[in-house]
């Protein structure tokens, strides 16, 4: 769950908005259409076997509800009120148990019925009717639906890569603290040049590349670092923490600010001297150009704490223009939070070739100035404190856990509390001296229940809800948080609007989001606040609201400038290039499902990652306001999908059909009738448990997490 600082446009208030009346065209036209084709399939196939189809229909006419309906020759043809799909009725078939034998009265004109009905031509079934074909007539009309999807979501695809797509390139801008590929030492700017055995991979092959990989073994990335120019190859093990096999890195941005969007940049940037617009390109920090993300973070990471000039290329204008942007105060509450043991380390960084492990506690530090050993002190600045002392030796002082399996977790704040707790037998301190890099990369804590991220030396250390420490004076000693606090709920809401959203999160041992909450802090606007539920040391719960406030010797790097996404155009310059990468998208696409659907059978993932109408709404609006294109190509993932699961062997599914079929055909004889209702009566409460399933997780009633 995310910590929303500002409130967003409700999905009601987004809908009724004429501007958006496009898009919801789009969405309805193009998800009918893929059920339409669908449908269309069976539909035609039947026709030309002769079955007299009584009823094509897009949504559900349950009850006799529909939106509109005529009849042509001898079809019904309409829109039901329930738009969860559609059907195509035949004489002698109904997917519906309780209506089987009824339907199979009707579709015999002597009203006698046998115990057994078969597809026998000498039994009494109406010749038009869909029992009476033999069974390869009846397979292809169960499987048209099927191959129809398969079809379209090729043209669709071409259609699409015809028209030319705008793809995210494979580059990253960051990593997620301690995930798969910051433990492999990726970091912003690297480019990655291949997944596995996929070569020269757009933004949206990581998802599949990482999906469809070894998650047990590993995925092989290759990536060029442009810094150094150098080449590396590594192994990354897929993290399973959010539900879903990931290797957490975002997706590239470039040096424009976006040429759309509502309201000014955040924090200082939107106070420039001359104001920056939309769609300027930063050229130059200083005296220095800088082409790509990772260059203009390196620069201005020399001088947070000083305005900086820039140089950027504005359109309409000759030559470029100077801009002077104020560096931007680091926002606190005067909270000093417990680090917990580290829970990941780089294995090429200065903590990895130090000895540093996985589980160890950073229990006191030496950076030189004092020469004696201090304690850490508030986790969320000693990234900062180590970048400072890049270059020089620093002594850490470390505890680590002996007894496999054990918690090392640092109880409040004192160091000293260490050897009252634990035993020599089971605890070792020891000190080690490293000497920290020049980090001019970013690693922020962007993700719930990430770990802050020491870049300097390579590690990545959870933050408890516990509080260590109170600043005097400070948003959290006016509101009378003392040390030895929990947080267990963090909210964000604007005290100017009563009417405002606000989500909490939770915030615990097991789920340490605190960094996540003061990173959400720094991009909050004036007037927004900090509600906090405390579990005091005696078990007693209160609530506490802040206000944040500037600190006075800590920056924000990024001053709050927002990038465009760096694009690349993928468009085929011809028909038959355009059916080619149409139906690789649409394999592409049938496999992905497949593989999601085995690994969600084995656990590797969570179930709670699927989605239901609504989801797939929200999704195809967003596809659609990113261009038609891209609306054709999540159409062609949808029509896969359909494909794919419709054909699974699921009674009243055309899969399940399928699979009475060829058992008819193996035996020379359909199986029981009693067998058929009582499978399909519980392939049916399948269907609709997972029906609810999904629309609670849609509507929010059940958690993604």
């Not at 960094?515 to 802090?521: D, L």
């Amino acid at each position: 769950m995310e910590l929303n600082l500002l409130s967003a446009a409700s999905w009601g208030e987004w809908l009724i908005q004429p501007s958006n009346w496009l898009v919801i065209l789009q969405v309805a036209g193009g998800l009918g259409f893929v059920i339409f084709v669908h449908e269309l399939g069976h539909f035609l196939v039947a026709k030309a076997c002769g079955v007299k189809c009584e009823k094509f229909f897009l949504g559900f006419d349950v009850g006799g509800l529909k939106i509109l309906s005529f009849t042509w020759g001898e079809t019904e043809y309409g829109i039901g009120a329930l738009p969860l799909g559609g059907y195509v009725k035949m004489l002698g078939q109904d997917d519906n148990p309780s209506a089987t034998t009824a339907e199979a009265l009707r579709a015999r004109p002597t009203g006698d019925l046998p115990a057994e009905p078969t597809s026998d031509s000498h039994q009494p079934w109406d010749p038009r009717s869909y029992p009476a074909q033999s069974v390869p007539k009846r397979m292809a009309i169960i499987s048209a639906g099927v191959i129809m999807n398969l079809i379209f979501a090729v043209i669709m695809a071409s259609w699409a890569y015809r028209l030319g797509i705008k793809e995210l390139t494979c580059e990253v801008s960051s990593v997620r603290p301690g995930g798969a590929a910051w433990r492999a030492g990726m970091r912003t700017g690297d480019e990655i040049t291949s997944i596995g055995q996929k070569k020269s991979p757009i933004f949206s092959d990581l998802q599949r590349g990482v999906t469809l990989g070894n998650v047990t073994n590993g995925v092989e990335f290759t990536f060029h670092r442009p810094l150094d120019d150098s080449i590396h190859t590594v192994m990354l093990q897929p993290d399973t923490d959010l539900g879903v096999p990931t290797v957490g890195v975002t997706s590239p941005f470039s040096t424009t600010l976006p040429q759309s969007g509502d309201g000014d940049l955040p924090m200082s940037a939107t106070s420039a001297e001359p104001p920056l617009q939309k769609g300027d390109t930063i050229i130059a920090v200083g005296e220095t150009p800088v082409k790509t993300y990772a260059e203009l973070l390196a620069e201005l990471s020399r001088s947070s704490s000083d305005f900086v000039e820039m140089k950027v290329e504005r359109g309409g204008t000759v030559g470029p223009i100077t801009v002077k942007v104020p560096p931007q105060k680091y926002r606190t509450i005067g909270m000093e939070m417990t680090p917990l043991p580290i829970k990941a380390v780089q294995g090429d960084s200065p903590a990895g070739m130090a000895g540093i492990l996985p589980g160890d506690s950073i229990v006191g530090i030496d950076i030189g100035e004092t020469g004696s050993m201090q304690s850490v002190g508030d986790p969320l600045s000693l990234a900062e404190r180590l970048q400072a002392a890049h270059g020089k030796q620093v002594v850490l002082k470390i505890v680590r856990n002996l007894e496999t399996g054990k918690d090392p977790s640092l109880p409040a704040a004192a160091v000293e509390s260490i050897s009252n707790e634990t035993s020599s037998q089971t605890k070792s301190e020891f000190e080690v001296t490293l000497v920290p890099r020049n980090a001019t990369w970013l690693e922020e804590s962007r993700w719930p229940s990430s770990p802050v991220s020491i870049p300097s030396i390579g590690v990545a250390i959870p933050v408890d809800g516990l509080v260590a420490a109170v600043e005097s004076g400070g948003p959290a000693d006016k509101a009378g948080v003392v040390p030895g606090d929990r947080v267990t709920n963090a909210a964000a809401f604007d005290s100017q609007k009563k009417d405002a959203e606000e989500i909490g999160m939770k915030i615990s041992k097991e789920s340490p989001s605190w960094p996540f909450v003061v990173s959400a802090i720094q991009l909050a606007r004036p007037g927004v606040r900090l509600r906090l539920v405390l579990m005091g040391a005696n078990g007693t719960e209160r609530i506490v609201e802040l206000d944040p406030v500037d600190s006075t010797d800590r920056w924000i790097v990024d001053r709050g400038l927002v990038f465009e996404p760096v694009y690349t155009l993928k468009q085929a310059e011809s028909i038959p290039a355009a059916l080619s990468l149409g139906a690789r998208k649409t394999l592409d696409d049938v496999s992905l499902v497949y593989t999601f659907l085995q690994k969600l059978t084995s656990r590797q993932i969570s179930p709670r990652l699927l989605g239901g109408p609504i989801e797939i709404a929200k999704q195809a609006g967003r596809s659609a306001e990113e261009g038609f294109s891209r609306l054709l190509l999540f159409l062609t993932m949808l029509s896969a999908n359909l494909a794919v699961v419709n054909f699974l062997p699921i009674p009243v599914l055309d899969g399940g059909h399928m699979v009475f079929l060829s058992y008819e055909f193996i035996r020379g004889k359909p199986p029981s009738e009693n067998v058929v209702i009582v499978l399909s009566y519980v392939g049916l409460a399948l269907l609709l448990s997972l029906m609810l399933f999904v629309f609670g997780l849609d509507l929010g009633l059940i958690p993604r997490r």
